[in-house]
């Protein structure tokens, strides 16, 4: 009976169990399908996303407020940077080149080659001793410097000597062989072409340290810079250039060379180059 019994029995039960598992497995798969609906309803309405982005917009402008607060800072730091001027390239021109108005010559530095020649000399038209030579550039910008003088002080200038060339210095300097006073043939800083000895045009102190106290040299060592001038051989340097207060020889090295070291307040080649000090020839 069991054996008759066990097989007619469990036919409508796993039938019953079939049908169930029908039933379960329909449900599921129709709640399956619901949820899938749900989702892409949810992806493609993107109704739950927008109000996430309106709810970060609102978080977002506080966290935009702290970074207007660091930029205080780099505006702190604007005004600091616009007072440092661009450093002034001392390499712009060539101190050895004679050629140069730059060009630095005392008595560690003769000219090279010693009896060098400038190539532009011309005629000063200003008043004069001796018939002043200046390279183009130094001309134009002494006649400027005179009649300015003239202009804004009633001075009359004159030169007492400009340019001379190698030769004119060898009978300079046998003329006068100090080597306190007078430049050896070579080491003249007259011989660049970039030089004049001026003096009043009365004849007032002329080649005379005099000269510094008179309207003409304090009108010049406060001027001169402006024109591209350096009172090459001042009273305080004799150490550093190796000549004796000169107020009359003034030396050409072009405007931008002349306001830095007028503004910077280094009065010497030497210094400002970074040169060794000069106070005597070497043999
Ligand atoms: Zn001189």
């Not at 005392?106 to 390279?135: F, I």
């Amino acid at each position: 009976m069991t054996a008759a019994h066990q097989p007619s029995h469990r036919r409508p039960v796993s039938r019953r169990v079939r049908r169930n598992r029908v039933i379960a497995l329909s449900v599921l798969a129709a709640a399956l399908a619901i949820l899938l609906v749900v989702l892409v309803v949810n992806i493609a309405g993107g109704a739950t996303p927008t109000p996430a982005a309106a709810t970060k917009t609102p978080s977002a402008t506080p966290s935009v407020t702290p970074t207007p607060t660091p930029t205080p800072t780099p505006t702190e730091t604007v005004p600091v940077a616009p007072p440092a001027p661009p450093a002034f390239d001392k390499a712009a021109y060539s101190i050895d080149d004679p050629l140069s108005p730059w060009v630095v010559v005392n008595k560690t530095r003769p000219l090279n080659p010693v009896d060098y020649t400038p190539p532009d000399l011309v005629s000063v038209p200003v008043a004069h001793t001796w018939d002043p030579l200046l390279r183009a550039e130094a001309a134009a910008a002494i006649v400027q410097l005179f009649d300015t003088a003239s202009a804004e002080a009633g001075l009359s200038l004159a030169s007492n000597s400009a340019y001379r060339s190698y030769s004119s210095q060898v009978s300079v300097y046998n003329s006068e062989p100090d080597d306190s006073t007078t430049a050896r043939p070579g080491y003249s800083e007259h011989q660049t072409g970039w030089t004049m000895d001026i003096g009043a045009e009365s004849g007032n102190c002329s080649l005379n340290t005099c000269f510094g106290d008179t309207a003409e040299g304090q009108w010049l060592a406060a001027n001169a810079y402006r024109f591209g001038f350096l009172l090459r051989y001042p009273a305080d340097k004799v150490d550093v250039t190796g000549f004796s207060f000169e107020p009359w020889h003034y030396r050409y090295i072009g405007v931008p060379l002349a306001t830095e070291m007028h503004n910077t307040g280094v009065t010497t080649l030497e210094e400002f180059f970074g040169l060794p000090a000069a106070p005597g020839y070497l043999n």
